[in-house]
Nanobody, 126 residues
Framework: QVQLVESGGGLVQAGGSLRLSCAAS????????VGWFRQAPGKEREFVAA???????YYADSVKGRFTISRDNAKNTVTLQMNSLKPEDTAVYYC????????????????????WGQGTQVTVSS
């Protein structure tokens, strides 16, 4: 059983940076794909970024060039570095994990993921 715990959210001014972490337990993080999703009030959940177990990197167009996803196998953690934050980045951010060694062309879809964290709030003020 995989457990995922997000941390690092908070309040930041537009143009600032935050670093979100997703700490995994139950299985080594390098054996499955981890994605970040976000959900703003009144909006549907949307894909942000993913790092596959083969180290492929995937980003939503809205965050390309500003967000970077990475994995630390020694710490069993996946990190989302968010720079040049905008008010429209305000949302609850969730990390999610697939089943082991799952390959897909749909890492941007929530249905590809079997495990979810509880979420961390990111608020960007203008």
């Amino acid at each position: 059983q995989v457990q995922l715990v997000e941390s690092g959210g908070g309040l930041v001014q537009a143009g600032g940076s935050l670093r979100l972490s997703c700490a995994a337990s139950g299985r080594t993080v390098s054996s499955y794909t981890v994605g970040w999703f976000r959900q703003a009030p009144g909006k549907e959940r949307e894909f942000v970024a993913a790092i596959s177990w083969t180290s492929g990197l995937y980003y939503a167009d809205s965050v390309k060039g500003r967000f970077t996803i990475s994995r630390d196998n020694a710490k069993n953690t996946v990190t989302l570095q968010m720079n040049s934050l905008k008010p429209e980045d305000t949302a609850v951010y969730y990390c999610a994990g697939t089943r082991p060694y799952y390959s897909s062309t749909n890492y941007h879809e929530g249905a590809s993921y079997d495990y979810w964290g509880q979420g961390t709030q990111v608020t960007v003020s203008s």
